[in-house]
């Protein structure tokens, strides 16, 4: 059975950088679609984009200026960057693997932006 | 962008009661690619329907998924305390997957 782990700073300043990364275990990155979604609190999930294992992406247009996922097939391992980060972007950050529907979710991490 | 509207905000039903939850595409969702999750506090989204219709592993058969088009429904029949939680819809039938805002399912 696949799992997903995310880690990565729980705490991140304002307009610095937001890294994240995705550990797959139980399974290989290749052949899949690879997501990451976002759930500020109390609010509904927002898909923020995707990689296939060949490296291509989809970003949500909304974010497509400030996102960048990547894979490396080598450390079967998926990372999000999302640059200039504010308040707005505190949330908890979930990768989920993709076969077109989201049958594989890591726990999530909680990132707060705050000074 | 496919727009997913859900309906309603909050069920609050008893045990053994059945929920009915709606979600509406702003455009049709082809091939009915859309999905039902399930959401309990500070855990991530389980699936629980695929194509509209088809349950995933392991889901009991008292959550049916159905519809077509721009008109889904997820039915939950016989109401259990365990199934308290958060249920959303979402869409893959365009490259820029969205979900809908999310149905509270509360027992009493």
């Known amino acids: 059975q696949v799992q997903l782990q995310e880690s990565g700073p729980g705490l991140v300043k304002p307009s610095e950088t937001l890294s994240l990364s995705c550990t797959v275990s139980?399974?290989?990155?290749?052949?899949?679609?690879w997501n990451w979604i976002r759930q500020p609190p109390g609010k509904r999930l927002e898909w923020i984009g995707n990689?296939?294992?060949?490296?291509?992406?989809i970003y949500n247009p909304s974010l497509k200026s400030r996102v960048t996922i990547s894979v490396d097939t080598s450390k079967n391992e998926v990372s999000l960057k999302m640059t200039s980060v504010t308040a707005a972007d505190t949330a908890v950050y979930f990768c989920?693997?993709?076969?077109?529907?989201?049958?594989?979710w890591g726990q999530g991490v909680l990132v707060t932006v705050s000074s | 962008e496919i727009v997913l509207t859900q309906s309603p905000g909050t069920l609050s039903l008893s045990p053994g009661d059945r929920a009915t939850l709606s979600c509406w595409a702003s455009?049709?969702?082809?091939?009915?690619?859309l999905a039902w999750y399930q959401q309990k506090p500070g855990q991530a989204p389980r699936l629980l329907i695929y194509?509209?219709?088809t349950r995933a592993t392991g889901i009991p058969d008292r959550f049916s998924g159905s519809g077509s088009g721009t008109d889904f429904t997820l039915t939950i029949s016989r109401l259990e305390p365990g199934d308290s939680a958060v249920y959303y819809c979402?869409?893959?039938?365009?490259?820029?997957?969205?979900f809908g805002q999310g149905t509270k399912v509360e027992i009493k």
């Open positions: 979402q869409q893959y039938s365009s490259s820029f997957r969205t």
């Open positions: 990689v296939y294992y060949t490296g291509s992406t």
């Open positions: 989920a693997r993709d076969r077109r529907w989201l049958a594989n």
């Open positions: 194509d509209a219709s």
């Open positions: 139980g399974g290989s990155v290749n052949y899949y679609y």
């Open positions: 455009q049709t969702v082809s091939n009915n690619y």
